[in-house]
């Protein structure tokens, strides 16, 4: 069975720096995808990024970008220009491409925005 | 466009009761899934569907029970509700073609004491 690992339970950045959240996974397939999903405190799942496991190219949406390293079985998220609404705990996600496209979740990091 | 809608938003039960968690998603998908939450913990399957009349179990399905009787509603039923339950609760959705980006529900937070 596929794990999700967020080994940073808190982080914090000032407003308009760099962070970045780390998440190791466990797998034996080759294909999969990978996600980190944004829960702000209205409890809501919003997905963030997304990335396919046969793609190099790193997945990039605006202040969003990742770090996939396959052979490491690494997928950080990089978060620049922090803003406050970027407030939230963080989740990262591990889908295979087999069967019923089940998510597995990492245990979440809660990133706070020092103004 | 709803996407996802769960009922009730909250609720407490007392030891030994039972509920319905409903869940309709109007996008027209074959995938349904529900996910539990607890405190300060990333979402654990619990039951999921490809499709009406087809349910199989997730990662905690139990003390839980789903049916699937259409496309568009995926009930979970608690029966002899325990504190153990206590939890917030999602309910997603996903298509079967292209992307498979799975749809959230805002969650039933439900509390058993």
């Known amino acids: 069975a596929q794990t999700v690992t967020q080994s940073q339970p808190e982080m914090s950045v000032q407003e308009a720096e760099t962070v970045t959240l780390s998440c190791t996974y466990d797998t034996s397939e080759s294909d999969y995808y990978l996600f980190w999903y944004k829960q702000p405190p209205s409890r809501q799942m919003i997905l963030v990024i997304r990335q396919e496991a046969y793609k190099q190219q790193n997945a990039t949406e605006n202040r969003f970008s990742v770090n996939f390293q396959k052979a490491a079985k690494s997928f950080s998220l990089k978060i620049s220009d922090s803003q406050l609404g970027d407030a939230a705990m963080y989740f990262c996600a591990y889908r295979s491409v087999q069967g019923a496209q089940k998510l597995v979740f990492g245990q979440g990091t809660r990133l706070t925005i020092n103004p | 466009n709803a996407g996802v809608t769960q009922t009730p938003k909250f609720r407490i039960l007392k030891i030994g009761q039972s509920m319905t968690l409903q869940c309709t998603q109007d996008?027209?998908?074959?995938?349904m899934y529900w996910y539990r939450q607890d405190p300060g913990m990333g979402l654990k399957l619990i039951y999921y569907s490809v499709g009406a009349g087809i349910t199989d179990k997730g990662e905690v399905p139990n003390g839980y029970n789903v049916s699937r009787s259409t496309t568009e509603d995926f009930p979970l039923r608690l029966e002899l509700a325990a504190p153990s339950q206590t939890s917030v609760y999602f309910c997603?959705?996903?298509?079967?073609?292209?992307?498979?980006?799975?749809?959230f529900g805002p969650g039933t937070r439900l509390t058993v004491t």
């Open positions: 996008m027209n998908h074959n995938y």
């Open positions: 997603a959705s996903s298509d079967d073609r292209g992307t498979y980006e799975q749809y």
